[in-house]
């Protein structure tokens, strides 16, 4: 099963920023759309950035826009997500996802999604 892998993740108190990145195992994932993830205890899935590949459009959800960026470096297979100004509710386990011949019409729908990796933690403190 092809995994995709995070890092970054840790506890932060509000307003400091962190960089999660996401290492896709092989180079066929520098043209899937990529997107990233966050959930925390009881809630679904919630959909918060993506990336459509290289050079192409990105997302976010109305909560982060603003605040975080999503980018990648096919180069090195990856995807990262710049969080600043972190808020107590950014707190969450973050995932990255990826999929092939996505539509962006369906980016945050978390159920169309094939790959995801582990997750990483974030967490904000007041």
């Known amino acids: 099963q092809v995994q995709l892998v995070e890092s970054g993740g840790g506890l932060v108190q509000a307003g400091d920023s962190l960089r999660l990145s996401c290492a896709a195992p092989t180079s066929k994932f520098s043209s899937y759309p990529m997107s990233w993830f966050r959930q925390t205890p009881g809630k679904e899935r919630e959909f918060v950035a993506a990336h459509m590949r290289s050079g192409g459009d990105t997302y976010y959800a109305d909560s982060v826009k603003g605040r975080f960026t999503i980018s990648r470096d096919n180069a090195l297979n990856m995807v990262a997500l710049q969080m600043n100004d972190l808020k107590p509710e950014d707190t969450a386990v973050y995932y990255c996802?990826?999929?092939?011949?996505?539509?962006?019409?369906?980016?945050?729908?978390?159920?169309?999604?094939?790959?995801w990796g582990q997750g990483t933690q974030v967490t904000v403190s007041s």
């Open positions: 996802a990826a999929r092939a011949l996505l539509s962006s019409h369906r980016i945050s729908d978390p159920t169309v999604y094939y790959y």
